[in-house]
């Protein structure tokens, strides 16, 4: 072994916690809330960031442990270190109150139209699908905030609009099909990407929660724009 290989980790879980402060049933964010409090107290000692990122690794390790073996850390909580994703009104006030006066139908489109939407939103779906392999890589599960892909889905919108213009619904109803199919498929991608947290455990390459419910939105504006009159 070279003097310049780096010695064999000495350090285990007791030594990770009594490093965190931690109890060994800490949840995930309070292990992450540690973390930044140690990075900015050790702010410029190397060899003791060091001690904090390999610390965080076993603790984190031990809380995916945890977390698959489906571990109650409380008294009727299952999957504790998972944060609990908030109730979503599902539909504005506004909204209900708009469709209410606007009778909808499913109706199946022709082959020509589904196929031409579908292209549309496909290319759009993997555009969006690029980029969060382009910006990946970062497995600090922190979310970035700024990685929503936000010229796609305004095409998206565009060509939702335009597809129910064609197909002579009218601008108001075809502005809240469009609304409703957006705000549909941003509360299921939230509520999947809550349960998968991709910003921990990236999935197909990709840790971006902004990527994933984008991806929802463009799947529920395609169905949408194409079923629903």
Same mark, same amino acid.
């Given at each position: 072994m070279s003097e310049d290989s780096p010695l064999p980790s000495q350090m285990n879980v007791e030594d990770a916690l009594k490093l965190f402060g931690v109890a060994e049933n800490a949840s995930f964010d309070e292990i992450i809330k540690v973390r930044r409090d140690l990075v900015a107290r050790f702010e410029g000692d190397m060899e003791k960031l060091a001690e904090v990122d390999e610390a965080y690794d076993i603790l984190l390790m031990k809380s995916f442990s945890r977390r698959k073996a489906g571990q109650v850390s409380e008294e009727g909580i299952r999957f504790a270190d998972v944060r609990k994703a908030r109730p979503a009104n599902l539909t504005p006030a506004w909204l209900k109150s708009a469709l209410s006066k606007v009778a909808v139908s499913v109706e199946t !489109?022709?082959?020509?139209?589904?196929?031409?939407? $579908?292209?549309? *939103? =496909? @290319?759009? $779906? $993997?555009?969006? *699908?690029?980029? =969060?392999? $382009?910006?990946?890589g970062?497995?600090? !599960? @922190?979310?970035?905030?700024?990685d929503v892909p936000g010229l796609q889905l305004a095409l998206a919108l565009g060509a939702a609009f335009y597809f129910l213009q064609k197909e002579? @619904?009218?601008?108001?109803?075809? =502005?809240?099909?469009?609304?409703?199919?957006? +705000?549909? =498929?941003?509360?299921?991608?939230?509520?999947?990407? +809550?349960?998968?947290?991709?910003?921990?455990?990236p999935v197909l390459g990709i840790d971006s929660p902004a990527v994933v419910v984008s991806e929802f939105v463009l799947v529920a504006l395609f169905l949408t724009t194409a079923y629903v009159r």
């Open positions: !489109p022709d082959s020509k139209t589904l196929a031409t939407e $579908a292209a549309v *939103f =496909g @290319v759009l $779906a $993997a555009w969006t *699908f690029a980029g =969060g392999l $382009a910006q990946g970062d497995l600090t !599960p @922190v979310s970035s905030g700024g002579r @619904v009218k601008a108001v109803k075809a =502005g809240l099909i469009t609304v409703g199919g957006m +705000a549909t =498929g941003s509360i299921v991608g939230g509520l999947i990407e +809550a349960w998968l947290r991709v910003d921990i455990v």
